[in-house]
């Protein structure tokens, strides 16, 4: 069972920030906070991952809280290319149960024109 | 030239069957996977394996049987197909076991009649 929450659905405006956020109360110390994406009718994608510290790559940004008990992936610049539904998943670093991606239902954003 | 490949897209075929879906990476990575998305949409792990050698197996039928005939290719094979197989099936790699930036492919749509 994933170990995250989510909204269902979220709307963003072309060329708007979009936020996504996610909750994860139950995170150990040695969990990562992990986004990937699914745009229709495609494999998913990874965007990024933090463990305590916030994050930014070429794609997204993701701030986690200081009680790391929930995250929000940041996209700057929304384009209508970034609808797509988008998973949030925490991670262990050891082997067994712990090591899958877990994938729940994840947000699905819908970027307006 | 696509990273992670799978053949064919699409597979129609009929109860009782046996079919192969073929998956192949060109990333050199260490660690395949399959998944699988129901119509619900939910994605979960299948198979994990690392350098040709079985590591996850989460509970799927003994009808599923996957085959590493070396580290770049990871093949699903299905025996005595059931209406409840028709899904879509994910291949992805990582580039080693423990790193969960997973890439992966386009998915093979099975539609079982």
């Known amino acids: 069972d994933a170990k995250t929450t989510q909204p269902t659905s979220m709307d963003c405006a072309e060329g708007r920030a979009a936020n996504l956020p996610c909750n994860h109360s139950t995170i150990s110390g040695n969990e990562y906070v992990y986004w990937y994406r699914q745009i229709h009718s495609q494999g998913p994608q990874y965007i990024i991952h933090g463990l305590k510290n916030n994050e930014t790559n070429e794609m997204a940004s993701l701030i986690i809280t200081e009680d790391r008990k929930s995250s929000t992936l940041i996209l700057p610049h929304a384009t209508l290319r970034d609808t797509a539904v988008y998973y949030c998943?925490?991670?262990?670093?050891?082997?067994?149960?712990?090591?899958?991606?877990?994938f729940g239902k994840g947000t699905l954003l819908t970027v307006n024109p | 030239d696509t990273a992670v490949s799978q053949t064919p897209k699409y597979l129609v075929t009929q109860m009782g069957n046996d079919k192969s879906i073929k998956c192949e990476q060109n990333l050199g990575h260490d660690t395949m996977y399959w998944y699988k998305q129901d119509s619900k949409k939910f994605l979960k792990i299948m198979f994990s394996?690392?350098?040709?050698?079985?590591?996850i197996n989460e509970t799927v039928p003994n009808r599923f049987s996957p085959k590493s005939p070396d580290k770049a290719h990871l093949n699903l094979h299905i025996n005595s197909l059931e209406l409840g197989d028709s899904a879509v099936y994910f291949c992805?790699?990582?580039?080693?076991?423990?790193?969960?930036?997973?890439?992966f492919g386009q998915g093979t749509r099975l539609t079982v009649v």
């Open positions: 394996y690392n350098n040709k050698e079985l590591i």
């Open positions: 992805a790699s990582s580039q080693e076991f423990g790193r969960a930036e997973a890439f």
């Open positions: 998943i925490v991670r262990g670093l050891s082997g067994g149960s712990n090591y899958k991606l877990t």
